[in-house]
């Protein structure tokens, strides 16, 4: 009987551990929706800039890489 109940014990803790983690997420991407939504060109433009800066920087190194090794 103390097996058992110690068994139901830690599903329901589990579960529970279970649901406030799908729970969280939930409301976590309900709230980046919203943000999305509200800053949704910017972000974008922000993420699309920083990608093409990155791939700038990126190219001028690896040509002063060469012409160091010529």
């Given at each position: 009987?103390?097996?058992?109940?110690?068994?139901?014990?830690?599903?329901?803790?589990?579960?529970?551990?279970?649901?406030?983690?799908?729970?969280?997420?939930?409301?976590?991407?309900?709230v980046k929706r919203r943000l999305y939504r509200?800053?949704?060109?910017?972000?974008?433009?922000?993420?699309?800039?920083?990608?093409?800066?990155?791939?700038?920087?990126?190219?001028?190194?690896?040509?002063?890489?060469?012409?160091?090794?010529?």
């Amino acid at each position: 009987m103390g097996e058992l109940l110690g068994i139901l014990c830690g599903i329901s803790i589990i579960s529970f551990i279970e649901f406030a983690v799908l729970a969280s997420n939930i409301c976590t991407l309900f709230v980046k929706r919203r943000l999305y939504r509200v800053v949704d060109g910017h972000w974008l433009f922000t993420l699309l800039n920083g990608a093409r800066l990155w791939g700038c920087s990126f190219e001028v190194s690896s040509r002063q890489d060469r012409t160091a090794e010529s």
